[in-house]
């Protein structure tokens, strides 16, 4: 093995083991409550020898079917760009010939879903670990809330550092953590090696049939929870990569988790059944239980990663696909550009967790609402596969609907467990993913309305009309008369050099003319003498070399459509872009001081609107706020040459249009020259 295969396996070994600290932390601390919750919570289980075989084995077959074989083996494959997810499967599923819009509805709603799980999970991963601290002494009892909330904020305000780092520290903890119950658990197999029996699913069979369909529904909630963190392990996919995550899960989580699981049920067969109150503790010898309780709340904690990570993924994904306004993304490793932190995002987390905290106060009123948007989202992940496996992966209609229809069989009865507890919590992240739903709709609503304006009044006038345009006016002596009034100038020639900003690339002459020259033209009645087209790019890799910089298309007449690649660790500056393009399109002219351009949308309602388009009109409105505007994302001001376009957009009930004064630019002879 040379020294580039030996750093190679390093760097994976490294990723890994930032995987157990990001990636990981949610279900790896399932073992603390899923148990306990089956048969002294939730699930109100009696405790003997069938009952303990069925309950383990349900435990390790939703594990070995749900996360080993669905998530591990084929879900991850479904990636996009190297992204995880639903916005992922979104994506795979938009660029299909045979879109299959109620899946894609579906995924929506899902992802919507997924941002309330992320706002839940600190919220009772943190509280949960902090109660934890009443077992060593009830003193603590009346600070729980504060140091809930100082942890909290330590937390989310780590989250600057970037993934890798985050991971770098929690990840040997939870290196730790899994080896612990794994060696805890194993001791108590070889106390109980009857608990082995639970490998055979007849053991599950049996227990569903003996306890009844009612009281099965109520313990599939509690199984729910050992499978917490499978939809995470997927969102989180772009932050570490699938191989990572598989060696994590495959060489040290799923067996840890397994023989805990299993270590849990020995115990429960032994002389303890009858005076348990907390399995995984009462594993667990007197003189290790402070250390433990300690090693404890830190995994709990540190549970909370993987849905804040995931949070930041799909929010990234939405941006990029068009269901989310821009935010401004700090990519935080060279290596791996799926690490991210999204300011924004992390802070309204962190409020919604606080708020959370201070309204139930306790992790056990909180538990009623974990589940169900997990439950929601695995379930949409399995009707996606199907499709996706058909079109991708070219599997037959039997062999996808056979594999991920089972799946989705066994994501409904979770689903239908956890919506019996709608009432007690469950209505929470549902509230937050039906509002996540209805803003990326009304967001994609008020784009797409944008973008249909934009082309309308575009229409017909393409890069060869400027083109035209210019090369009239240049034949002209610098500006054009009306021919009714040869005194009487329209349109002028100004020597000017403006860079319009671009959303798209000008690739052609048959590419639409910016609405912003557009309006400038109409509002100044005049055409700069030098026009420059820039579009900007981001690339995959981190940084951009400088001969890769730039891809430069000279239209004529003083007219060039420049694509400026920058890498995601990057910061795009406008004002070195033009004084590097100086030399390459211009001589004797200082593109530095060149008048930048920007559009930026003014958006009327018409009064006689609906109530309903006013209000989705306004949530728009109100979204474009929050969200980095153009000029902001690339640094520029008024004090280096920043010049604002507003572009007034009408919404009304026939769509949205931009209507605007001609100022007096009729050109008599040419109206479509000019005016148009």
Request: with cysteine; glycine share 8%.
């Amino acid at each position: 093995m040379d020294k580039k295969q030996t750093m190679s396996v390093w760097a994976l070994l490294g990723l890994s083991l930032g995987a157990l600290g990001v990636v990981y932390g949610d279900i790896g601390t399932s073992p603390l409550y899923a148990i306990n919750e089956i048969f002294f919570g939730h699930g109100h289980t009696t405790v003997d020898m069938v009952n303990i075989y069925g309950a383990i084995s349900l435990v390790i077959w939703a594990l070995t079917l749900v996360i080993t074989l669905k998530y591990i083996v084929f879900v991850l494959r479904a990636d996009h760009q190297g992204e995880g997810g639903v916005f992922a499967l979104l994506s795979i599923l938009r660029e299909s010939k045979t879109r299959r819009i109620v899946i894609i509805g579906m995924l929506v709603l899902s992802a919507g879903l997924l941002f309330g799980d992320g706002i839940i999970t600190p919220a009772i991963s943190v509280l949960s670990a902090v109660e934890g601290l009443k077992v060593i002494t009830p003193a603590f009892d009346a600070f729980i809330i504060p140091i809930t909330i100082g942890i909290l904020t330590v937390l989310f305000a780590f989250q600057r550092k970037g993934t890798e780092k985050v991971g770098r520290v929690f990840g040997p903890i939870m290196l730790v953590w899994f080896s612990v119950i794994a060696f805890f658990g194993a001791l108590q197999i070889i106390a109980h090696p009857a608990i082995l029996h639970a490998f055979n699913p007849y053991w599950a069979f049996r227990f569903i049939a003996n306890i009844g369909t009612a009281h099965t529904m109520a313990v599939l909630g509690s199984v729910m929870l050992v499978v917490t963190g499978g939809e995470a392990l997927y969102a989180d996919m772009g932050h570490f990569g699938k191989k990572p995550i598989r060696i994590g899960w495959v060489s040290l989580v799923y067996p840890a988790l397994m023989l805990n699981y299993l270590g849990q049920g020995g115990f429960l067969l032994g002389d303890a059944a009858g005076t348990a109150t907390n399995i995984f503790f009462g594993m667990t010898p007197k003189l290790l239980l402070y250390p433990m309780v300690i090693l404890a709340t830190l995994a709990t904690i540190i549970a909370s990663q993987a849905l804040i990570s995931g949070v930041f993924s799909l929010t990234s994904q939405a941006m990029k696909i068009g269901l989310f306004p821009r935010l401004r993304i700090k990519h935080t490793s060279p290596e791996h550009e799926g690490q991210i932190y999204i300011g924004a995002i992390n802070w309204i987390l962190y409020a919604c967790c606080v708020e959370l905290v201070l309204i139930f106060k306790s992790s056990t009123h909180l538990a009623a609402s974990y589940g169900l948007a997990v439950s929601g989202v695995m379930l949409a992940t399995s009707i996606a596969m199907v499709p996706v496996a058909m079109e991708r992966w070219h599997w037959s209609r039997t062999k996808a609907f056979a594999l991920f229809g089972g799946f989705a069989i066994i994501d409904a009865s979770f689903l239908i467990s956890n919506s019996l507890k709608f009432l007690e919590g469950g209505y929470v992240p549902l509230s937050i993913g039906l509002a996540s739903f209805v803003l990326m709709n009304v967001w994609l609503w008020g784009r797409t309305l944008v973008w249909k304006a934009y082309v309308v009044y575009t229409d017909n006038r393409s890069i060869q009309w400027l083109i035209n345009l210019k090369s009239r006016v240049m034949q002209e002596h610098g500006y054009l008369v009306d021919s009714s009034n040869e005194r009487k100038r329209i349109l002028v020639q100004s020597d000017r050099v403006m860079t319009f900003m671009v959303s798209e690339p000008v690739t052609s002459a048959n590419s639409r003319i910016p609405v912003s020259l557009r309006v400038y033209m109409k509002r100044t009645g005049s055409l700069p003498n030098y026009i420059i087209f820039l579009h900007v790019q981001e690339a995959k890799a981190p940084y951009v070399n400088d001969r890769d910089r730039f891809s430069i298309s000279d239209m004529g007449h003083n007219i060039f459509a420049v694509q400026a690649h920058f890498g995601f660790m990057e910061q795009p500056d406008v004002r070195y872009i033009l004084k590097t393009l100086n030399p390459r399109i211009l001589t004797g002219t200082d593109l530095e001081k060149s008048v930048i351009i920007i559009g930026r949308a003014e958006f009327l309602i018409d009064k006689a609107s609906s109530w309903l388009l006013r209000a989705r009109a306004a949530v728009f409105q109100t979204t474009l706020f929050f969200a980095v505007r153009t000029h902001k994302y690339f640094g520029l001001s008024s004090e280096n040459g920043l010049f604002q376009v507003e572009i007034p957009v009408r919404i009304g009930k026939d769509g949205a249009t931009i209507n605007h004064p001609e100022f007096d630019l009729s050109y008599q002879d040419a109206p479509d020259l000019v005016a148009g």
